[in-house]
């Protein structure tokens, strides 16, 4: 099986993925992929991905491959029926076709290309990926983040016990240039699906997520009777939280046009993480997917204090990414 989504995964296979998560993090050693092996192709710069992935495969009896298309590996055409005549030298067919017979499992990390959000949002790599591939295929974030997801919901459930009637906070945050929305796109999934009440602030309408995952969550908390909101006001939606999650990304409207976009983007400084939005919440944790720009997106005071636990999410994802290794090839019975 695959895994590009959380949500293609039912409430039984998610938690048995996450228990098994858990149990690893006592007992990292498994011999799960014991003569296995296992690609990462990475189009995009990664270092806890990457670094985690690796150990990770190591610490199940595997060998990872890692290539980058265009650097160390030749360059991937992705559309189908074309002409090839750009820079790439290979289709995604005939990638997809070998690295199956060599390898038993293809991670693939992608990035949007920044230019058209209605092709962006078709995430068509990872999809031509699955569909050319043998062998099972892993989503190491393109425009949704799942192994983010489950490290996100690891540390939901390490530091508030029962998420469930929780209140969680996806603000967003200044940096000096757009960012992929896939790591927010992907915590306000998972916050819901755990059945939290959650608020997402931002600036204003125009730095929205895309409808599809305002849709998720909306219908997700609501299942769960609970609420989805969203808020504009800093101090409000920073009151009574018990979970402050922050992250970075562009508006869509001005999707591709960086020039547009970019002296109201400046604007918004002040939506940084600092100790006097943290004092509203109900001593809340907070995190942060990583990399982050101290002082930034987040003030030196509250990345050292003891309620920010954003290693520690790091760290679960070395944890959770094993325990979907163990589900695609079978090994997590």
């Known amino acids: 099986m695959n895994f590009l989504n959380t949500t293609d995964l ?16 006592s007992e990292p050693q498994q011999d799960w992929l014991a003569g296995k092996s296992v690609a990462l192709i990475f189009l995009n710069p990664s270092m806890r991905t990457r670094t985690s992935m690796e150990v990770g495969v190591f610490q199940l009896g595997g060998h990872a491959v890692v290539l980058q298309p265009g650097k160390d590996a030749w360059g991937i055409e992705f559309e189908p029926s074309t002409v090839m005549h750009g820079e790439a030298e290979e289709h995604i067919a005939e990638v997809a076709a070998v690295l199956s017979r060599y390898v038993d499992v293809i991670g693939v990390r992608a990035f949007p290309k920044f230019v058209d959000w209605s092709v962006d949002r ?6 031509a990926f699955a569909q050319y591939s043998t062998v099972p295929v892993i989503s190491l974030e393109t425009i949704t983040h799942p192994l983010q997801e489950l490290a996100l919901a690891l540390t939901l459930r390490s530091q508030l016990g029962d998420p469930r009637g929780k209140q969680f906070l996806l603000t967003w945050t200044y940096h000096p240039k757009p960012l992929n929305t896939a790591v927010a796109n992907s915590a306000i999934t998972i916050a819901s699906r755990l059945g939290m009440d959650v ?4 600036p204003n309408e125009d730095f929205l997520l895309d ?7 909306t219908t997700q908390c609501s ?4 609420s989805f909101e969203i808020s504009h006001d800093i101090a409000t939606a920073y009151s009574g939280k018990d979970f402050v999650y922050a992250k970075s990304w562009g508006a869509l409207p001005w999707y591709g046009n960086w020039a547009k976009q970019q002296p109201q983007h400046h604007e918004y400084k002040h939506f940084i993480v600092d100790e006097e939005k943290m004092s509203k919440t109900n001593n809340a944790r907070f995190s942060h997917c990583l990399p982050l720009r101290r002082n930034i997106k987040a ?8 309620y920010c636990v954003a290693a520690e999410e790091a760290e679960n994802r070395l944890h959770a ?3 979907v290794l163990g589900m695609v090839t079978g090994a997590l019975s």
């Open 199 to 202: 608020t997402l602030l931002c």
């Open 211 to 217: 409808s599809r995952y305002l849709d998720i969550a």
């Open 122 to 127: 078709q995430d068509k790599v990872i999809k």
């Open 321 to 323: 990414q094993k325990a």
């Open 10 to 25: 039912d409430d039984l296979t998610l938690d048995r993925v996450l228990l098994a998560a858990e149990q690893l993090r």
């Open 299 to 306: 003030t030196d005071a509250v990345m050292d204090a003891p």
């Open 223 to 226: 299942q769960h009777g609970r």
